[in-house]
């Protein structure tokens, strides 16, 4: 079946720092992957997302690449803000009615 | 844009009665509304598919006469927990996708989530 693995959080980094979430995949047929961002109490939004392997998605200084030879799916960010503390959750799509979500992964910026 | 929102955002209620949660997308019509339950520091877990005109598809383990869902329109699905009970407290998000969708690259449109807290 479809899933979605993330690495465990909290991910804790100080401001400034270099950020890796990773994400890996297990899909029948060709997934859409997606990033998605949770603010304390909110909903979720899109980060990004990417469709087809070796495309980039990027947005707001976070980029992730589509790896199809390795199933995975990484978050970077060169410079991460105290702003940016939040839940990532990677996703992946394969059409029909339902996204797949891994387990989130929490992240603090520390001032 | 693709706005989603979700009535209450908030909710506490006695245990034994029941509580409605609506989702509306604002400005696009959703064919497909999905009703997702999140715990404190975890995923989302995916309750039910829910497509206009039609009966919620449920998942597994997720009681359908407990968690009553109805899509009467493009723009309105609604979630009741009836009978609630403490276990039922929750941060309930619904999402919906836009009608003229339905390829891998869709991503859906999230609502803000209504915290429900039952005493």
Request: proline letters at 3%.
């Amino acid at each position: 079946g479809n899933s979605v693995t993330q690495m465990e959080g909290p991910v804790t980094l100080s401001e400034e720092a270099f950020l890796t979430i990773n994400c890996t995949y297990t899909a029948t047929g060709y997934p859409s992957l997606f990033w998605y961002v949770q603010y304390p109490g909110e909903g979720l939004q899109l980060l990004l997302k990417a469709t087809k392997a070796d495309d980039k998605g990027s947005n707001k200084g976070f980029e992730a690449t589509y790896r199809k030879e390795t199933t995975s799916f990484h978050l970077e960010k060169g410079s991460v803000q105290v702003s940016d503390s939040a839940v990532y959750f990677c996703a992946l799509h394969t059409g029909g009615f339902k996204t797949i979500f891994g387990a989130g992964t929490r992240l603090f910026v520390k001032a | 844009g693709a706005v989603v929102s979700q009535h209450p955002s908030w909710v506490i209620c006695k245990s034994g009665t029941s509580v409605k949660i609506e989702c509306r997308s604002l400005d696009f019509q959703a064919t497909t509304m999905f009703w997702y339950r999140q715990f404190p520091k975890q995923s989302l877990m995916l309750m039910a598919t829910s497509n206009e005109g039609s009966k919620a598809t449920y998942e597994q383990g997720v009681e359908k006469d407990k968690f009553l869902i109805n899509h009467a329109s493009l723009t309105l699905s609604t979630l009741t927990v009836t009978s609630a009970h403490p276990e039922d407290s929750s941060f309930y998000i619904c999402s919906a996708r836009k009608a003229t969708s339905g390829g891998k690259g869709d991503e859906q449109y999230f609502g803000p989530g209504t915290r429900l807290t039952v005493t």
